[in-house]
């Protein structure tokens, strides 16, 4: 696959979402494919409640998690399209690397 057809905007926005430590946690944490509010998320955190609402908005905008109202909780759970996306991104990288790998491998032996 060439270049073009990666997205790269949408990789660089699900990345950025993951390259905090606290969202990759939190995105572990929601792996289980169970809903859970915000104070199950803070719990055991050293972070408040609010810091942990705008590290899942974070997470919520780049399309890794969904939330949902639940009386007056609001529910987020996992969204394993996007993580599939970045999979599919990075599998993409490796097979232009391992390609270029190839190619100097041959030019260097030659």
Known sequence: MSRADIAIPRAAELFSALGDRTRLAM???????????????????????????????????????????????????????????????LMRVAAEWEDALDRLKIFVEE
């Open 27 to 89: 995105l572990e944490q929601l792996g289980g494919g169970v809903a859970r509010p915000i104070a199950a998320l803070s719990a055991g955190r050293d972070l408040t409640r609010q810091a942990v609402t705008k590290h899942l908005c974070v997470l919520e905008r780049a399309g890794l998690v969904r939330s949902q109202r639940s009386g007056r909780e609001k529910l987020f759970s996992a969204a394993p399209e996007a993580v599939a996306e970045a999979q599919t991104y």
